[in-house]
């Protein structure tokens, strides 16, 4: 089965949930993993409580394709690899990511999946296996989350939503 960004968003819709509002964020108010200045700077709307709870998939799905996917070139990467890096693209931003893939790959650290990366990738794919390339992937996520300051808070949720999600991109990965 071909996978898509939409089928990619459905996961990851998943595991943002819905509307939260921990002090202990700092991301603040959060609705299916946007947070009010992330919806501000998107829609150059005000981005109040109420507006924040009323997001809906529909509503947010163009800001996700824009700023998240587009900007990890999901569409050319290998689909596994993609839901991967989608998945850690809307955790803890694209550029840091690409970074993350780019660090595995060999590829400048530059956090833009231009040509140099996307050649690194299929090479890097094509001697190890896509499978490994995105177990490698979620253990640099792990690595990356045990090193933030905030992750006696938040480590046990966001190493349990790698596992899921390399589940899923494994799966995908065939």
Not at 27 to 50: E, H, I, K, M
Request: proline residues 5%.
């Amino acid at each position: 089965m071909l996978h898509t960004f939409t089928d990619a968003l459905h996961i990851v819709l998943r595991e943002e949930g819905g509307f939260v509002d921990d002090a202990r964020d700092p991301g603040g108010a959060t609705n299916l993993g946007v947070t009010a200045r992330t919806w501000r700077a998107w829609s150059g709307q005000p981005a109040t409580l109420d507006v924040m709870k009323g997001l809906t998939a529909a509503k947010v799905a163009p800001l996700y394709k824009g700023w998240f996917w587009d900007k990890i070139a999901g569409d050319k990467l290998p689909i596994g690899l993609a839901l991967a890096v989608f998945d850690s693209a809307v955790n803890g931003g694209p550029g840091s990511a690409v970074k993350l893939l780019q660090g595995i790959v060999g590829a400048p650290g530059d956090g833009q999946p231009g040509p140099t990366t996307l050649n690194a990738v299929g090479t890097y794919a094509s001697k190890i296996g896509l499978t490994k390339l995105v177990c490698r992937f979620s253990d640099a996520r792990r690595d990356h989350y045990g090193a933030l300051p905030t992750f006696a808070v938040f480590g046990k949720g966001w190493l349990a939503r790698v596992a899921r999600i390399e589940k899923d991109a494994l799966a995908w990965a065939g």
